[in-house]
């Protein structure tokens, strides 16, 4: 599959399901946001009279316009062929608490003539070695089925025929049907006959994708009671109440003054977001996606649907913005107890329900970012009891820091070989200027944990532990001055190999607090990165000479990094040409990307990085304090 850009995400706690703007389904996760991803191809089209297959998210007559249904996760794809001037109307939503997805289809005639239309649908399923997919029709039921899950395909109206095996090589000719009921095939089609529509007639179906979780209902004949208990309810009434949810679930979180804000694709982002966060977060663990997938094949990257700790640190703090307070709890007090190692660490990411995921290093600021993220947490929260439960985490976390820097302070400096860590960035192996003061945060972060638990206990120990933190941090800060200032580029350097400008030396100042952002050495700094790696239209690379994905296109993510450095000395103006920059650079449903082409301001890479909308979330509170 090489359809990178996910135009559109819909879905509930257990399902994640993603389109493209012209409403093609492109991914289908279940039972959790990141695992596991059910199909490989879907094909939707119509057959008018005696024609071959119309697709209708691929055809050069259709027409498209599509939209979320108001403050919702329902999708309406609208699709207008102009050659037999049929016009569909496409929904798709996932009922809460359900594990189905609903794709309802209105057909219109727009013509002057008579037509007679059929619905096709086509699907082929990953299958694999050792769970292998095959193709089965009973009762008007097409199923998927494989040692794990069962996918279900069905509507209330009877099949008009289908199609076991061999069904990619007739989908196209809209000519579907054989002798096979069951077979050893990960692809199948189905159709129904929508009947003769009259000028001006207009004629729906609706089609449910179930999942069965073969452990729960081990034989089809078991299977059959969930699929009859589906096609009883109301799906008017279905629609209603998903409806009625997402708004009030909208409602709810506009934690941030909704009436400040007059721009409308600012309010589109605002709202967009809240609505991707549920769809990301995992509600048992509190593990967090950074994404829907991209890149299954790993042809440009090494995936994206994972949860890496350290960008949840960063969201956790945009959700408790927007009032998932509980979510962003649930990530310290659930996800990071269960995934951190006996030695203290975290390593690079996982997936969403605490297995560890596909890694390829080490890096030391998914720990440290931790820390600094719970306390951030509390810090809105004001919760003893919270940091009560996760200070044993924190302490073994910040043990295993002290660790990693001994060498440091027992004054090796010149000598002591750091042990192998990434960059922010996961590119480049050795010591990086935000790696060092990713733990100064961290160790700032665990005083202050200290302080409080200290006045309610008043325990000497915790003033020795603070003491001992104070004087690590002031040695980082030392280091720093002394290793990572280049006197040639009269500035701050992201390490001691390359000396390049690079967006996370920044850290240095937001959010880790090293240095003040007014200092001498750090303006001059700041300068250099304007030099280097701001675009000529506003945005802001990661560092000087990147090649990720052509490396000249502006990231989101470092772009509102300098708004927040801005309104920290005082520029709001600057702050808001960074802003506008990336809410300009939004897509037609308020989703950010992970990278944008700097002329177009057109997505192109990644499109709902969560990061991206949790740095729009801390930027936009600040912004509207700042009035």
């Known amino acids: 599959m090489e359809k990178y850009l996910n135009d559109a995400i819909i879905g509930n706690e257990t399902m994640t399901i993603s389109f493209n703007k012209q409403g093609e389904l492109l991914r289908f996760f279940y039972p959790t946001t990141d695992y596991r991803q059910f199909f490989e191809k879907v094909i939707e089209g119509v057959k008018v009279n005696e024609s071959a297959l119309v697709p209708l998210h691929d055809d050069i007559n259709n027409k498209y316009h599509q939209e979320y249904i108001g403050n919702t996760n329902l999708l309406k794809t609208e699709i207008f062929n102009q050659y037999f001037k049929l016009k569909i109307e496409q929904i798709d939503y996932v009922p809460i608490h359900e594990n189905f997805m609903v794709k309802k289809y209105k057909f219109i005639n727009e013509s002057d003539m008579e037509e007679k239309v059929d619905f096709l649908f086509y699907v082929k399923s990953f299958s694999d070695f050792d769970n292998d997919t095959c193709g089965f029709v009973k009762n008007h039921t097409l199923m998927h089925y494989n040692h794990d899950y069962t996918t279900c395909f069905f509507s209330k109206q009877e099949l008009k025929s289908y199609q076991i095996n061999g069904a990619e090589g007739s989908i196209y000719s809209a000519s579907i049907g054989g002798k096979d009921y069951i077979g050893m095939s990960k692809d199948s089609s189905i159709c129904y006959e929508i009947g003769n529509l009259k000028p001006g007639e207009e004629k729906e179906i609706t089609l449910y994708l179930y999942v069965n979780d073969n452990q729960k209902h081990l034989g089809t004949n078991q299977i059959e009671e969930p699929i009859e208990r589906i096609k009883a309810l109301d799906e008017q009434e279905l629609y209603e109440q998903t409806k009625a949810y997402w708004e009030t679930y909208t409602q709810k979180h506009l934690k941030i003054n909704f009436e400040k804000i007059q721009n409308e694709k600012v309010r589109q982002i605002y709202i967009r977001t809240i609505l991707l966060y549920p769809l990301l977060t995992n509600p048992k663990t509190g593990g967090i996606s950074a994404s829907i997938e991209v890149d299954e094949a790993k042809t440009n990257c090494g995936r994206y649907s994972y949860c890496w700790p350290r960008d949840a640190a960063f969201i956790t703090k945009a959700m408790d913005l927007i009032g998932m307070n509980e979510e962003a709890k649930r990530f310290y007090q659930i996800f990071c107890k269960q995934t951190q190692n006996k030695e203290g660490n975290w390593e690079q990411r996982f997936y969403t329900d605490g297995r560890l995921a596909p890694s390829w290093g080490y890096q030391i600021d998914e720990t440290a970012s931790v820390v600094y993220g719970a306390y951030e947490h509390y810090k809105i929260e004001q919760e003893i009891e919270f940091l009560r439960d996760i200070e044993e985490m924190c302490q073994r976390a910040i043990q295993f820091l002290e660790n990693w820097i001994e060498g440091m302070l027992k004054g090796n400096v010149e ?213």
């Not at 961290?442 to 000497?460: N, R, S, W």
């Not at 040695?475 to 190999?497: C, D, M, S």
């Not at 200092?519 to 675009?535: G, V």
Request: glycine share 6%.
């Open 415 to 627: 000598n002591y070989k750091f042990p192998k860590s990434y960059d922010l960035w996961e590119e480049k192996e050795g010591i990086s200027i935000y790696s060092l003061a990713s733990i100064y945060g961290a160790f700032e972060a665990m005083i202050g944990i200290e302080q409080v638990l200290a006045k309610q206990e008043e325990q000497a120990k915790r003033q020795e532990q603070i003491d001992r933190l104070q004087q690590q941090k002031a040695w980082l800060k030392q280091y720093i001055e002394t290793h990572f200032y280049h006197e040639g580029r009269n500035a701050f350097v992201r390490n001691t190999e390359d000396n390049k400008m690079d967006m996370s030396i920044l850290g240095i100042v937001v959010p880790f607090q090293v240095f003040g952002s007014k200092e001498e050495r750090i303006e001059n700094t700041i300068k250099q990165i304007n030099q280097t790696i701001r675009m000529p239209h506003g945005g802001y690379l990661r560092y000087e000479q990147d090649s990720y994905r052509g490396g000249q296109n502006p990231w989101p993510i470092t772009t509102l990094w300098m708004a927040l450095y801005y309104l920290q000395i005082g520029e709001k103006e600057k702050a808001e040409e960074c802003f506008y920059y990336v809410v300009n650079s939004a897509s037609e449903h308020g989703f950010l990307a992970e990278q944008v082409d700097d002329v177009t301001k057109e997505p192109v890479w990644v499109i709902g990085l969560n990061w991206s909308h949790a740095m729009f979330i801390e930027v936009l509170s600040q912004l509207l304090e700042a009035e």
